[in-house]
T-cell receptor, first 112, second 113 residues
Framework: NAGVTQTPKFRVLKTGQSMTLLCAQD?????MYWYRQDPGMGLRLIHY???????AKGEVPDGYNVSRLKKQNFLLGLESAAPSQTSVYFC???????????FGPGTRLTVT | DQQVKQNSPSLSVQEGRISILNCDYT??????FLWYKKYPAEGPTFLIS?????DKNEDGRFTVFLNKSAKHLSLHIVPSQPGDSAVYFC????????????FGAGTRLTVKP
């Protein structure tokens, strides 16, 4: 069991470029989440999904889009990157109506 | 606004002693609380949780206490071990929308041998 994996681990973008972060889980979890973590702040929820084909906005959704075409994958897209999106991004998953979330190792994104 | 606050960015304790990490919350709708532990270059891992119907939950060396009237919870680690050195995040959520979890900024615990 790999658990939750994230691709890539590191990325540097120029302002205005686009990219997609991939999250995959092999635990057959229904729920998946994208968070960002910034210095001095806790993890903040960007978007989440309660099942294949469904997504919802979290606390800080602006500038991001997501898709969940397959149950095991959750993609986070940045259409036009901004320096304010420099952060560490974590993906997580959880079972149906369970509180404990399982996190991936994170992606460090720098936008210059 | 930060609904979950961990006011101590860091804590240092001696091996074998007790570590006490604190967390305060402002949203009275929160009814489930969790602690996560994070090592460098890894994602957070679930440590222990507590429901608002309880005031204490224990798992081995880890105990979480909840004081609902004060909107405060704490994590006790006894005895502390060097391997406990990590960043600890407090998190809170509500049963009505358990997908919306709010995290504190974290406390970096250092356990000295």
């Amino acid at each position: 069991n790999a658990g939750v994996t994230q691709t890539p681990k590191f990325r540097v973008l120029k302002t205005g470029q686009s990219m997609t972060l991939l999250c995959a889980q092999d635990m057959n979890h229904e729920y998946m989440y994208w968070y960002r973590q910034d210095p001095g702040m806790g993890l903040r929820l960007i978007h989440y999904s309660v099942g294949e084909g469904t997504t919802a906005k979290g606390e800080v959704p602006d500038g991001y889009n997501v898709s969940r075409l397959k149950k095991q994958n959750f993609l986070l897209g940045l259409e036009s990157a901004a320096p304010s999106q420099t952060s560490v991004y974590f993906c997580a998953s959880s079972q149906f109506y369970k509180y404990e979330q399982y996190f991936g190792p994170g992606t460090r994104l720098t936008v210059t | 606004d930060q609904q979950v606050k961990q006011n101590s960015p860091s804590l240092s304790v001696q091996e074998g002693r007790i570590s006490i990490l604190n967390c305060d919350y402002t949203n009275s709708m929160f009814d489930y609380f969790l602690w996560y532990k994070k090592y460098p270059a890894e994602g957070p891992t679930f440590l222990i949780s507590i429901s608002s119907i309880k005031d204490k939950n224990e798992d081995g060396r880890f105990t979480v206490f909840l004081n609902k009237s004060a909107k405060h919870l704490s994590l006790h680690i006894v005895p502390s071990q060097p391997g406990d050195s990590a960043v600890y995040f407090c998190a809170a959520t509500s049963g009505s929308n358990n997908n919306d979890m709010r995290f504190g900024a974290g406390t970096r615990l250092t356990v000295k041998p």
